[in-house]
């Protein structure tokens, strides 16, 4: 029945510092928010479990440092990435203009095997500042990037207020979860007695 | 007998007390191989009052009905030791303190009064509800973990592994961290915590240990544990790992969390898991020798090992020519039968891996259980010789029937192994002390003594016995005194400290070590032949600890052909 198994999928967060990683993650899951920012050193890690179409999961969430000085890290943490979440701030060109280099970064050190399908999930956050009036990232814009990267799914959220973050975080597992669906049959080898005897008797790993 | 006597000055250290064994003698003058020990050859270590975790659990020593069920509230009902009822003592605020160094692997605790601990252990995994939250998971002495190299949950030994899925990230991180400085972290120590870390290619195992094990024996654990996985899936899992890093090996290992706790559960009370050796099924040499007439011959058709066990001890084995079995692999087949309760209620045909054989391939095992503890597995290269097998196992049960040997070994099973209470009184070299003792030496029945009275007149109180050359060793029955499995994990560690200080390479081979804390006298003398570890009652002087030293190594010569498998089968090292 592996329908009813329980299946874990590791979403990494990315995106320049200052951009609401953190606070994104903890207002899904803990529906928490602060104002006050504090820079994740190296990577901070939350679990959520979700339901979706019948089926239990876990997702395990990768909240990385922004800073620069944390990306030797990136090839480990990256491996094995189910999906993978570009945010940027939409009051920040720069941020948003970062997007298709973390996107790189990220296919270079994660090299999943199917790069051009990979699970991306773009958010642009902090839409509730000034109430929209110090936004420089329009939405056109944002939309116009993600088709040209294979459509990738885009979501506009305030971790502060809460909005989109749930729908948002519902893609990332939808779409996580369809990268992981291929199985094989796990067929080892069986030993050849005549020749691994004999590589016994000779010497022995022990 | 042939023994020579080494003699070197007398070491004895009274203070101050060293915390490692760092005064224990090294063996350059080792150029004579001795039987015979003797008082001045022996180095002391004294530790008065040193170990304050230690007297104070002394202090505080745990009855079978203390309580022991754990919650997340308090400390009520978070002391470990024995007994499932949790109508609690009053606790007094000074208690605390004790109390949460007691709490401890709460797993255990169902454990009291029988020597063999497995008869009493409730397998199966505990506390699923736990995360990394929870206080009582926090209160843990010892959690295993293992992850992938992407940091996904693979196992974890208490709480839900998908709930722990954050911490086993972090872990992951830590590894990780250290491996992009082009290193690799072994253990790191946080308070009384150790973290010992084992990178396996694409799996990573974590202890997170509060029992102050020394790090060569956690890390040995983790290879232990490392090779159960392969028992169950072979190094072939590399492979998934390297076409698709996102790959998931739990469903692989699923319905397997039994196997994983009862090896972990085997470090408090397997001496075999840190010896690596196997231990024997006492049993008079003609049942042996009928035995392993009877698999030798099946090895002949093509079985590559026949291994016929009663619990996790060995009746009797034997190799297809050159073939040799290394005892991990014997300890982790085992485990992984009695384990898997499906294999008790039927015959079963199933694909193993030994690691230490070979670990990228699987072998397929045909395992039957003859009664409720004894079972035989057969093990071939072919994936379609159930058929023979079966056969095979219809021969050996017939000879096995009419040569009495499973009547045999239900007998012996009763009887019990060497106890300290029937150790011959009087050793003299080259002197047999059979004569002397109360029951000839070819009948299993000296193995059955009343030991009311008292235990052991010697002061001994337990001791295990190391063939190097042999690969096994020999245990002695628990005294009355030590019968909880508290008692005995904690005796158990204290060798463990043992051996792992004589086989400290850094400090340099010794020869013998004399110990002494508040719970006991240890004495470890270690030859060429073989390695004695031995409890004393704490107040026992070196002397006369020595000279019973010397005759346990008789007795052990003396009963050789009972409780060892000798010369048998073709073993190759």
């Known amino acids: 029945m592996p329908s009813r198994r329980r299946t874990l999928l590791k979403v990494i967060i990315l995106g320049d510092s200052g951009v609401g990683k953190t606070s994104l993650m903890n207002q899904y899951v803990n529906k928490k928010f602060s104002n006050q920012y504090k820079a994740t050193i190296g990577a901070d890690f939350l679990t959520k479990e979700v339901q979706f179409e019948d089926r239990l999961f876990t997702l395990q969430i990768w909240d990385t440092a922004g800073q620069e000085r944390f990306q030797s890290l990136g090839v480990a943490f990256y491996r094995g990435a189910d999906c993978c979440v570009l945010v940027y701030d939409v009051n920040s060109m720069k941020s948003f203009d970062n997007l298709n280099n973390w996107r790189e970064e990220f296919l270079i050190q994660a090299s999943p095997s199917d790069p051009e399908n990979f699970p991306f999930v773009v958010i642009g956050n902090k839409v509730d500042i000034d109430g929209g009036n110090s936004r420089v990232v329009s939405e056109k814009k944002a939309r116009a990037w993600c088709a040209s990267k294979g459509n990738i799914p885009y979501f506009e959220t305030s971790a502060k207020e809460g909005i989109n973050v749930e729908e948002a975080f519902q893609c990332i597992a939808k779409n996580a979860l369809k990268s992981g669906e291929e199985e094989e049959l796990y067929l080892p080898d069986t030993i050849d007695v005549g020749t691994s005897s004999q590589q016994r008797a000779t010497g022995c790993e022990c | ?573």
């Open chain 2, 1 to 573: 007998m042939d023994s020579s006597i080494s003699s070197a000055s007398d070491h004895e250290s009274h203070s101050p007390p060293p915390k490692h064994f760092s005064h224990a003698e090294p063996s350059e003058n080792g150029g004579t191989i001795t039987d015979q020990l003797e008082p001045g050859e022996v180095q002391v270590i004294i530790e008065p009052g040193s170990d304050a975790a230690a007297g104070r659990r002394t202090g505080l020593e745990l009855g079978p009905e203390a309580p022991s069920s754990p919650s997340s509230s308090g400390y009520v009902g978070e002391r470990g030791s024995s007994g499932s009822d949790t109508s609690g003592s009053p606790i007094i605020p000074i208690a605390r303190e004790i109390e949460e160094e007691m709490s401890n692997e709460v797993d255990d605790i169902t454990l009291h009064g029988f020597s063999d601990s497995q008869t009493t252990w409730i397998p199966g995994k505990r506390h699923v509800d736990e995360d990394d939250a929870s206080i009582s998971w926090r209160k843990r002495k010892k959690h295993f973990f293992v992850l992938s190299h992407s940091g996904k949950p693979i196992y974890s030994r208490y709480g839900d592994k998908y709930k722990l899925a954050g911490f086993s990230a972090t872990l992951h991180a830590v590894i990780s961290f250290v491996e992009s400085r082009g290193d690799s972290v072994k253990w790191l120590r946080a308070g009384k915590h150790q973290v010992v870390f084992l990178v396996k290619g694409p799996i990573y195992l974590v202890c997170i240990s509060c029992t102050e094990e020394p790090y060569e024996s956690l890390r040995g654990q983790l290879e232990l544990i490392y090779g159960q996985i392969l028992v169950i899936l072979t190094k072939s899992v590399n492979r998934c790992f390297e076409k698709n890093p996102k790959f998931d090996m739990t469903p692989l290992l699923g319905g397997t969390d039994i196997v994983f706790s009862s090896l972990i559960h085997s470090f408090g009370w397997n001496p075999a898991t840190f010896l690596h050796a196997y231990t024997c099924l006492p049993l008079a040499y003609a049942t042996r020798q009928a035995a392993g007439a009877i698999l030798q011959d099946i090895a002949y058709s093509g079985v590559l090992f026949a291994i016929l066990m009663c619990r996790h001890k060995v009746i009797s084995l034997v190799g297809a020519q050159k073939a040799s079995l290394h005892p991990d692999d014997i300890l982790l087949l085992a485990n992984f039968v009695m384990s898997s309760e499906s294999f008790r209620t039927s015959e079963s045909f199933s694909p193993v891996c030994l690691p230490r054989y070979s670990p990228s391939a699987f072998l397929y095992a045909y395992i039957h259980y003859f009664d409720a503890d004894t079972y035989l597995m057969l093990l071939t290269s072919s994936s379609d010789a159930f058929y023979h097998l079966k056969e095979c196992r219809v021969r050996i049960e017939m000879v096995l029937l009419r040569s009495n040997v499973l009547s045999e070994v239900q007998r012996s099973l009763l009887d019990g192994g060497m106890h300290v209470g029937d150790l011959p009184p009087i050793a003299q070299s080259g002197l047999s002390q059979l004569g002397m003792h109360r029951h000839p030496s070819d009948s299993p029945e000296r193995f059955l003594e009343p030991n009311s009275a008292i235990d052991s007149p010697s002061g001994l109180w337990h001791f295990i016995y190391f063939s190097i050359f042999l690969d096994q060793y020999v245990s002695s029955e628990f005294p009355s005194f030590i019968k909880t499995h508290q008692q005995q994990k904690r005796l158990y560690r204290a060798y463990q400290k043992l051996y792992a200080s004589m086989h400290d390479n850094g400090i340099g081979h010794h020869k013998t070590q004399f110990r002494r804390d508040e719970n006991y006298v240890l004495l470890c003398w270690v030859t060429q032949d073989f390695e004695l570890y031995a409890a004393f009652d704490p107040l026992a002087d070196k002397a006369s600890a020595i000279k019973t030293c010397n005759r346990v190594v008789q007795w052990i010569k003396d009963v050789e052909n009972e409780i060892f498998l000798l010369g048998a089968s073709p073993f190759s090292w």
